[in-house]
């Protein structure tokens, strides 16, 4: 079983409010990414978790905010966004830590509009 | 010049035939190559991993070529639901690149009846 799961599936949000998104994986992998995806556009890596710390912040706004309770779940909280901030996000999970050049298997997004 | 070059299509594919597209990379140190198929609105899924042999999975046959830096992505006997984008991804194990994956902006397969 390679399913990682997301929720919400859609969310719509102002410009002042304060959101979470959330992802789940059971497969006991040690690595959890966020990516950001336009339109026409491929993925953009925002976040990794290694283990259940950050290794990666790809240069993202502080009005993202990832966390990672414990190595299942990956949360992503958002606050006071812009509305260019829609997009799919979405979730991976490798089995390896970071540093290895191992398969991601993605989770099937929440779609983020932002009014 | 991109990382990860693809050709954006469309490619429009008779059902039944056969269409074949490549990848170019311009990082000699990849080390890991896959295809990954989205369709519309939906999350990238792993298509197949490439080997430096080259793989087949049913209708589908990868091949890598590491002189000429490039991965292709063969489909026999297209069926209608083979429509899809389809992502080449590359990772490389170099320090500072730590296995992060670096996408094609992906092929475009419109397979027509």
């Known amino acids: 079983d390679t399913e990682v799961t997301q929720t919400p599936k859609h969310l719509v949000m102002g410009m002042t409010n304060k959101k979470s998104l959330k992802c789940e994986q059971h497969?006991?992998?040690?690595?959890m990414y966020w990516y950001k995806q336009k339109a026409k556009k491929p993925p953009e890596l925002m976040f990794v978790?290694?283990?259940?710390?950050?290794?990666i912040n790809e240069s993202v706004p502080s009005r993202f905010s990832p966390e990672c309770p414990n190595s299942s779940l990956l949360n992503l909280h958002l606050h006071a966004l812009q509305p260019e901030d829609s997009a799919l996000y979405l979730c991976?999970?490798?089995?390896?830590?970071?540093?290895?050049?191992?398969?991601?298997?993605f989770g099937p997004g929440t779609r983020l509009t932002v009014l | 010049r991109k990382e990860v070059e693809q050709d954006p299509g469309p490619f429009n594919v008779p059902e039944g035939a056969t269409v074949a597209f490549n990848c170019t990379y311009s990082n000699s140190a990849s080390q890991s190559f896959f295809w990954y198929r989205q369709d519309c609105r939906k999350e990238p899924k792993l298509l197949m991993s490439v080997y430096s042999s080259g793989n087949e999975d049913g209708r589908f046959t990868a091949q890598l070529n590491r002189a000429s830096q490039y991965i292709s992505l063969l489909i026999r006997d297209s069926k209608l639901s083979d429509s899809a984008t389809y992502l080449c991804v590359v990772t490389s194990s170099a320090a500072d690149s730590w296995g992060k994956l670096q996408f094609g902006a992906g092929t475009q397969v419109v397979v027509t009846p």
């Open positions: 991976a999970s490798s089995q390896e830590g970071l540093g290895q050049a191992d398969t991601q298997y």
């Open positions: 497969m006991g992998h040690r690595a």
């Open positions: 978790y290694s283990y259940e710390k950050l290794s």
